[in-house]
């Protein structure tokens, strides 16, 4: 099986526009989740110095993962210190519950528009 994992961590405010790149390039499903952590930067004016980002994972198809990647990065990115991370794995296996079935690279096929 060739689908691969993308886990984001960027910036909240920057949601909406990763929301409508990945949308123009019929990336429908993907996985949000609200989260503060301390890395590079931290909050000096908040008491416990975390910062507030978005993680965002999408399963894709290998073909398509760098593409899609270059994609989040471009639109996450605003030039400030401590803006997040992607990271790209490999998916062994995947399994559908609703249809009780393995997951197919042909499930995750999206159109690459003139952007990628």
Not at 95 to 105: L, M, P, T, Y
């Amino acid at each position: 099986m060739k689908i691969n994992k993308i886990t984001s961590i960027f910036d909240e405010y920057r949601l909406k526009d990763v929301e409508d790149v990945l949308l123009k390039h019929s990336v429908t499903g993907f996985t949000l989740y609200p989260v503060s952590g301390r890395g590079y930067y931290f909050d000096s004016y908040n008491k416990n110095h975390l910062v507030k980002h978005i993680k965002m994972e999408i399963y894709i198809n290998a073909d398509n993962v760098q593409d899609i990647a270059k994609l989040i990065v471009d639109t996450a990115h605003v030039n400030a210190q401590g803006e997040g991370l992607v990271s790209i794995d490999h998916v062994q296996e995947l399994i559908w519950i609703h249809e009780k079935r393995c997951a197919e690279v042909s499930d995750f096929c999206y159109h690459s528009g003139d952007t990628i």
